[in-house]
């Protein structure tokens, strides 16, 4: 239903949109974030053009793949090359990029609301900037974390040490055979905790934070509730944007906004609703700050 009848809702000009935005976070009686991929590229955390060029260009000129989406796709022919390149992608991307100037923007504008993050990315930001564990839920896995590739376990391992070692002792493309990291209960290499396919762990980190975000949508029925959604895309939109379109269906209280250059929509249905903001998510949280 939602899909056959989306629109931009761009009838007022994005500064009313933002000015609109301003006062219904301050007005809301809490604020549920939804942050997809489109958050972490306008902080210039981007997988492809100059800054995959710059970190990556060994791998483009022998594999070909030309970002490092592409990349951790590729069929490394051995683990040493598998690992080369997700020790350096998990570095640059995890541990080395510091916070992005929007989350902490973000950050500054929502951290004395009532507020829970729903996010597909896997880069750690929003911690790194500062928000409350208690109050994030990464559904897709984290770049901090491996698992069995198997798995035996529903459990998943911190893995900054080894990432650190992979990255600092890799040469021409390949880590050292003894730096692979394999699961210690049955011996079979590790993987990265990313929701690819079925194997994905959810350890108990993972339903936990499940159940918090359940128990926050739960005690928020009915009131005054903010549904910002931030960069997300087209991916996997039953992960935040269509339950966002559905719970605000649902309320009559509720506000839906959405911020994303060039994918700011809403469905007709919640149109009265909505705020789409088609604008770089950094400069308006710069301007809302």
């Not at 070909?64 to 570095?91: C, K, N, V």
């Not at 050292?176 to 994905?200: I, Q, W, Y």
């Not at 509730?225 to 087209?234: C, H, I, N, R, S």
Request: charged letters at 25%.
């Amino acid at each position: 239903m939602f899909l056959r009848r989306s629109t931009t809702a761009s009838t007022v000009s994005c500064s009313e949109q933002i000015e609109r935005l301003r006062q219904e976070i301050d007005a809301a009686d809490a604020i549920l974030l939804g942050a997809g991929a489109g958050m972490s590229a306008s902080a210039g955390f981007d997988y492809g053009g100059e800054r995959f060029r710059r970190h990556f260009a060994d791998f483009e000129e022998k594999y070909g793949f030309h970002d490092m989406y592409s990349g951790g796709f590729y069929p490394f022919p051995t683990l040493e090359e598998y690992w080369a390149y997700w020790s350096r992608q998990i570095l640059l991307n995890r541990y080395e990029a510091g916070v992005g100037r929007p989350y902490a923007d973000l950050l500054a504008l929502v951290g004395d609301k009532d507020y829970f993050v729903l996010t597909t990315n896997v880069d750690h930001q929003f911690q790194l900037a500062g928000f409350d564990k208690k109050r994030l839920f990464y559904t897709q896995g984290d770049y901090g974390l491996w698992q069995c590739s198997r798995p035996c376990r529903q459990k998943t391992y911190d893995n900054e040490a080894a990432v650190r070692e992979m990255a600092a002792r890799q040469r021409d493309g390949k880590i050292p055979a003894e730096l692979v990291p394999r699961c210690p209960d049955c011996g079979a290499p590790m993987t990265m905790n990313l929701r690819v396919d079925g194997a994905f762990v959810q350890d108990e980190g993972w339903y936990a934070a499940a159940g918090r975000y359940d128990d926050f949508v739960r005690r928020h029925e009915g009131l005054r509730l903010l549904f910002l959604e931030l960069g997300v895309g087209a991916n996997t939109p039953g992960i935040i944007k269509f339950p966002f379109w559905q719970m605000t269906a649902k309320n009559p209280k509720a506000v839906y906004a959405c911020v994303n250059a060039g994918e700011a929509f809403c469905p007709r249905e919640i149109e009265g609703q909505s705020i789409c903001i088609d604008a770089d998510i950094a400069a308006v949280l710069d301007s809302l700050r």
